[in-house]
């Protein structure tokens, strides 16, 4: 029969049975993703060109508050300040960091997981306690004005009042909060270093410090970078730590999103534009800085 | 009956209507239409489940509820259940998120803005019988349109809290908040009471209703004079700490810090500026619509009684509109000035009081933190 002939000629294949392994690996947390982060986020950016209103009266699409925002210039020179104080944050404790990581990861010591644990102890407590705590130390009264008192560099008349309510309160406790996420990823670099690349450049009469510049550096850099990015994105829009210690000189950005949200008579339009444009400048860094994260510069090979 | 008159008023819902009856035993919805009045009001002194109060941190089980001990001891089957707000827009969202609540305490400032919200109805005073004895200065303040919208309740004053030993004012002025020679030992309030108090010291004739050119000048006041500040202030606490620690010396405050510093043996005066003070009034409104107000009237006695209110201030520190209360504190009493029950309004004060501008004043604040 033809219809038997026809049916004889087709190629034999293997039937195929579709791969459902990634999209149902990979469904849920799309989903979430969708869910928990671009829906919000949706939501918030319609709250910022009025679409969606805190208030009942009348509202439609505008971009009065881009405009007021962007050419107001109270609220970018604060968002300057916040980066400014992220930079000083984050360059300071990787700088920190780095010797400390590099000891544990490079010095042979048998302890060095138990001085790791050390490092993230005082994460066993809570936040708030930990900045608090800071208060106790730097306040006009403190632990540190004690001493200065006691030493005579001061006189109880005239504490260091800048050592709390000020940008360096709020600044030393984001580093103190920081610190061991900072060490981690450069710690991990570097322990997964290829010992032989330091020993073939010694072979080569290379000195240690050369070795170090011209091996350990370029190639514990994700490490470093992970670790810059790790703090810097989330201090950024930090407001905890400075509505505890930073008094009204050591207001940030991230504040001023919560008060707009948060207090008084709420101004979302202009809160959303705030929290819209954090998420752009730090969506746009991420992408910036993640072409140092790739996993090829981590391996020696 | 008069009792509960405008409590009948409201539209009834055949289901409801039907409970009503079954409340009544059925006979009364069958014998007519004064069957159905009877049974209507047999059904709202027996209102179902728990009272739904939205209020401020402290008034609820943490801590404030002796105040309505014996609300909740009257109604067993109906005790309050709390809700935290932290400040009346916070409500406001909530009430717009869709949460049903019977009461809540806003400020004396939102009373007209949830009058005029149609979010609320007024209170039927009759049902309050600790309201003959409320200040009736605070009473007529919590009226909107001849309804009693406001119940009043917990209440104090915005003044100046320094240290004598540390501090020499130049005056009895709100000027002090803003004196160069105490830079950095400064506090003011996270609110927007500091452009209203910046409106009272530059002399503006209503400082609630700035125009736009003494909005400006409000602004460019206070934002030249931010860098004296230590810390703007948003909960007590933490002013409180910061005070007793010596990390400032001067702050915008309320009678119950005052007291709270003397108790720590501080050396402090309660400075009344001559620019008169401002003074604050928790008021509570009632939700339209709510199925439980009889319960909530109970409630709002219950915190009204002179017991409540000696105990708000014996333990709180705040003053309580009943004028029968009475603190054992003389140092509260004396910065209540509770000898005179028109203390709060003009001559001696200014009650806080509606901004039409609100949204503006708001406007202004937050910029002036962010400088």
Redesign the interface.
Known sequence: MAVDSRAGELPRRKRQRPDLTAPSLLGLPLAWLAVFFFVPIAIVAAYSFDVLSFGTGTHAFTLRAWHDFLHGGVYLRLFWKSVKMSLIVSTIIVVLAYPLAYYLALSGTRRKYVLLLLLIAPFLTSYLLRVLAWKVILGDNGVLNSFFFWTGLRSPEHPFSQLLYSRFAVMLVLGYIWLPFVALPIFVSLESLDRRLLEAASDLGASRLYAFRRVTLPLSLPGIVAAFLFVFIPTIGEFVTPSLVGGANGYMYGNQVVDLFETGFPDWETGSVLAIFLLVVVALLTLVFSRFLQPKQVTAG | MDEGHDLLERPISRERLLKLAAAAGGAGLIAGSAGVAGATRHALSAETGRLQVLDWVGYGYDGGQTMFAAYNKRYPQNKAQITVM??E??AL?KF?AGQKFDLFRPYIGWVKYFAQ?GLVEPWDPKLIPNLKHLNPYMVKAGQYQGKQYGIPNDWGFDEILYRTDKVKPKSNSYALLFDERYK??IA?F???EMPEIAGLLLGFKDTWNQTDAQLKKTQDFLTSK?HL????W?SETEMQ??FA???IWISYAWPADYAAMKAKGLPVVYMRPKEKPIAWVGNFMLLKGTPRPELAHAYVDAWSSPKSGKWLEDNYYYGHANTLAHPSSSDLSRALQLNNPKAVVPPFANLDRDIPK??Q???L???V???
């Open positions: 932290t400040n827009a916070n969202s717009q919200s950095g030992k003011w996270d609110d927007i931010k500040v230590r810390l703007t948003s700490q910061a620690a010596g990390d609100r949204a004043y708001e406007k604040w937050e910029q933190k962010a400088s």
